[in-house]
Structure formats: structure tokens, C-alpha cells
């Protein structure tokens, strides 16, 4: 049966944590289409990512290294992931739904002339997954009717990969021909934080339009920080320039499913809720108590940010004392 | 420049989804134009517009904007819409909501580019009801032209040879330079004030936040407007699906939560019952 093939995101010769997900997408679907799966590293110095990638349970690791390919292109890379499944005979081509693979996977599609699943949750069969719609008010079964399988893989709904004990084997494969199709990356504004990456904390802290304005934030990052967690933010918090646009979560934001949840003074728009509503456990702060935030959380506690917040502080560091 | 900006009419996000069966119920949807696709007509009219204090001025004869729609005729309603805020030209190709995918619609979409050629593409980064965010960048792999998805800025750039995009990545915001002809996939901020620069609105022009309203002025002109209508057979595309949607349902429902009266409470839950902190 056929082979798997998931491309390893990489960021500066870093692998990215957001593809151990779609290792374990492609672990499963190996088990499931009895194939075996290969991982593919593209860059530019990313030997040390595919070492990294040979420790995570794969058949093999392909990667590709060459100075052109340094900064992220889909006209350069979709043909690479291409020729990579083609030399590797698979029937299904993986890549976790970040940024770099909702970007690629549809143009590799294309390129494959496959049908791709978006956003999967869930393997139901080796061409049937599940996968949200309608800001997650729906879940629908689709089948991929196409000899090639292309998936974007949900990182929430998927365990990381963890270090395997033997090495998988690691060769380079040549670029074949790279054309940037007249694309040219220019720069990267890159948002620098201390604070756990949104889509891989264990604890994120959200506000919303209800914090008014920016340095108000300043508080709610005082909490992310006692708990080592991550800070969010609601559309319109970010559209109101309250944080900036990388934080926020939702339909159209980041998709975040942490351990706990903490939501202050966001309504609980649609949008919002489907970035969020995976979280184990919900916590709403609002002081409107009808707020349709209330009716996603497991604990909510009617007041405003200003009270609640210092109070936060206090009782979870007498906690952190205690726990000492 | 000539756009060629793509227009898909989705279920009114804020109304409740309603199932019957495993399909979806639209028997009482409220359709409207996908959001994103709405940002894309605004950013078409912002890229081919000399914009002042005193509203939109006249555009050259050769900036274009044509509006593409796929599916039942109805959606003719939102293509009035479009050709209201001021795009001049509209084409509705018919096709049956579930006769559609992705590649379906890239495809149908290549045929339209090839008969059209325009410089640019412009579309929503997803449709508000499948969320696949596939069908930008699958026509630029089927074009073989340069893609910019999540575009949060545009700027005309190299004397209307290129376009200087900002897109929102996970780490920031990534500036990327796309010869034309280009596909391009707005996301939300592209509607800010600054947010596209043609080269010929002064570049300190502030827009009102948001997809501009129609004018009454508009809305009359769009009468005389013309809807060209064509087939999926007429532009030579087999309508065979590559996804097919089995079913769909309703996710689990989370279970009621509860109000806790204080703070204090409430860490003491999260510590002893819920066992997060």
C-alpha cells in the first residue's frame, strides 16, 4: 500500500514543534494504509533539523539543502514536496495547518493534481477524515477520492510525535530545478516574546475589546507569566491595535486547545470560540454575566478584569507558595 | 491593472448552523458574500482607484475590476453587491453548491483567467463555510504564477510590475514580493486605513476601516452593469469531485459549566477539581 510523507516545517535550521503533530498524523496513517512513512526537511543548513526529524520514529528522512531555498517560498518548495512524493510513491502527503503549511499543501495539491483534506481532526480511513467547518459548528466526514491523499493536519487533535529510540536513516535528495516563479521573500517582522509559543502553551491567558486598551494588557501578561503561560487576545482586541495580531485567537487567528483557558472580558463571538472551544478547561472572567462566553466555559466568574485580576494574583500565588 | 476578484456566497455566520439529517439545513439561511471576498472587492477597488478626502475618484480605462462568482443563480444577488461598491463587471458561472470543490473551482477559475487575463487575482484567504483555504493557492499552482496568501498589506510596486504584500505568519509579519501576473488571499486587516497603496491615492489617504458601503449612486449604476452568465461545460470543466462531504454533524457539546461566586473559589476549583493549576 501506499507510503506517507510528512513535511517537517523548519524556521531558521529549527524544527518547528508544530510538525510533531503531523508526525503522529503520519504514523497513524502508515498504520493505516500499511505503507511506511518518510519525513521531509527543506531549507537551507537544515541537516541538523533532519537529524533532529531521524529521531522521531520514521522509516526515513529526506531533506533538501540548498542557499536558494533559505527562506520559505510555496512556488519553490510545493515543487520539491512533489517531487519528494513522487520518488517516495505515496499516497498521502502531510503537513501540520500552520502559517507554511496552509500556504504550501494546496499548491503541492494542485501541482499532484490530488484532493486535499483541510484542517483534519480525525483519520476515519486511510482517504476519510474528519474536519471542522462553519467556525467549528459543524463536523463533517469527507473522502478523498484522488490516488494522492494532501492534508493539513489540525495541531490540536494530535499528540507530538515523541523521540523514538533508533535513528531513522537521513539522505539529501537534490531540488531538481528551483524557479520562484517571480516571488521573492523580502523580510520577516518577527514578534519576539518570552512567553510559550500560543499554539503550544499549556496555559493561555485571553483578553478582549472589553481590556480597552493596550497597556491594560500589561496585567493580563503579569498572570501569563506567574502561570508560564501564553497570552491571547480576541479579533476585536487586536483590531482595536490593544496587541498585536499574532496573538490572536479564533476562526481566523491561531487555534489553540490548552490545558486551561483563561478568558477576560471577551464576549464570546463565534469566531473567537472556534479558535478556542478545544481547550480542556474553560475560564470566563466578564462582567456581563449573559455574555456568550459563559456558555463554553466550565467556570465563570461575573465581574470585571480590574477586580478580578489582582485577586488572580494573589490567591494562584498563594498556591504557587503552598505547592513549594 | 485588470483584478479579477472572486465572490462566494456562504450561510450568515451569526446565524445558528441548523443540520437536518447529516446535510446542512438551508432552508432558512440568510446567505450573504463571504467576508473575505468582500475585503478582496474592497482591496480591487483601493488598488485601482485615485481615492481623495472627497471620496473615490474615476477609475483609468485600464483598471478593471471583474467579479467572479461560482454556483446557483441567486448569487447573482451578491454579485449586484459587488458591482455596487463600484466593480465593473461580473460573471456568474452556474454550478450547483455540492457539485463543487476546491480543484473544481481552481480549475473553473483558470479557464475565467484565461479568457479574462487579468494582472492580478484577488481572494478572500477562505470561504466562511468550508474553511478550506485551498482554492487561491491550488489556481496559482495550476497558473504556475507567484501566490501571497493571508495579505494583510498590498502596495503596487516596480511601475505596476509587482506587488509588495505583507502577509501575517505565525511568527510576525512576513513582506514578500510577487511579480504579476499573481494570486493573492486577503486576510482580515487588509481593510485598515492604510493598508493598500496604488501608487496614485496619496499614500497618507486614510480609508474608513472596513469593505465601503454601496452608494445609492452605486446601487443604481449596478443596475446597468452586466452579469455575464456561462456554464462549467461552456468553459470546458468536468465537474468531477477530488473531496466528496459524507456527512456532516454537530461536534460534541461541552458540558454546562458553573458560576463561581469569587476568585478564591475559582482557583480553588481550577487546583482541586479541574487539577490545571
Redesign the interface.
Known sequence: MGNVLIVVEQ?EGQLRT?SLSAVTFGKKMAETTGGKLSLLVIGSGVDKVAAEAANLGAADVTFVDDGALKNY???TY?PIVVKAAQEKGVSVVGVTA???G??????????LD??????VVAIVAAN?FRR???????????????PIVCATIRQTEFAPAQAAGAASPVAKMDAGPID????????????KSDRPEL?EAK?VISGGRGMRESKNFDELAKLADL?GGAMGAS?AAC?AGMV???LQVG??G?VVAP??YVAVAISGA??HLAGM?GS????AVNKD?EAPI?Q????????TWEK?LP??M???GK?KAAQR | MKILVTAKRV?D??QK?K?KGAV?DVSAVNWQLNQFDEYAVETALRLTENASSTGAGARAPEDQVIVCGIGPKDVQQQLRQTLAMGADKAILVDGADDAL???VV?RTLQKIVEKEKPDLVLMG?LA???????????????L???????A?TVEITDGGK?L?VG?????????????LP?VVTV???IVAPHAVKNGKTASDHAYAEGPRYASLKGIMAAKKKTIEETTLAALGVTPT???????????PA?KA????????E??Q???NE?K??
Open positions: 524556521a508544530a517560498l510555496a512556488e510545493a500552520t502559517a507554511f496552509k500556504d504550501l499543501m494546496p499548491r503541492v495539491a494542485a501541482l490530488a484532493g486535499m483534506a483541510a484542517d476519510k471542522p467547518m462553519l467556525a467549528g459548528n459543524v463536523i463533517a466526514e469527507i473522502e478523498v477520492v484522488t520562484a516563479k517571480g516571488a521573492e521573500f523580502v523580510s520577516l517582522a518577527a514578534a499554539t496555559v502561570v479579533r483590531d498585536p495580531n499574532d476562526q481566523t491561531k490545558k486551561l463565534i469566531q472551544k480542556k478547561v474553560i475560564v454575566p459563559f463554553v466555559a466550565d467556570y465563570g466568574l461575573v465581574t478580578a485577586e488572580l494573589t490567591e494562584i498556591l | 450561510p455566520p451569526e448552523v443540520l446542512l470543490d476546491a480543484d481552481a484567504k466562511a463555510d468550508s474553511e478550506s483555504n485551498d482554492a487561491g493557492q491550488r489556481l496559482a499552482g495550476l504556475g504564477w507567484p501566490q501571497a496568501t493571508f494583510c509587482a509588495s502577509r501575517e505568519v505565525d511568527a510576525g509579519m512576513e513582506t514578500k514580493k510577487v511579480r499573481a486576510d482580515l486587516r469531485l477530488k473531496v466528496k462531504t459524507i456527512a456532516l454533524e454537530a461536534p461541552r459549566g458553573i458560576k463561581v461566586q469569587s476568585v478564591e475559582l482557583v476549583k481550577l487546583h479541574a490545571v493549576l
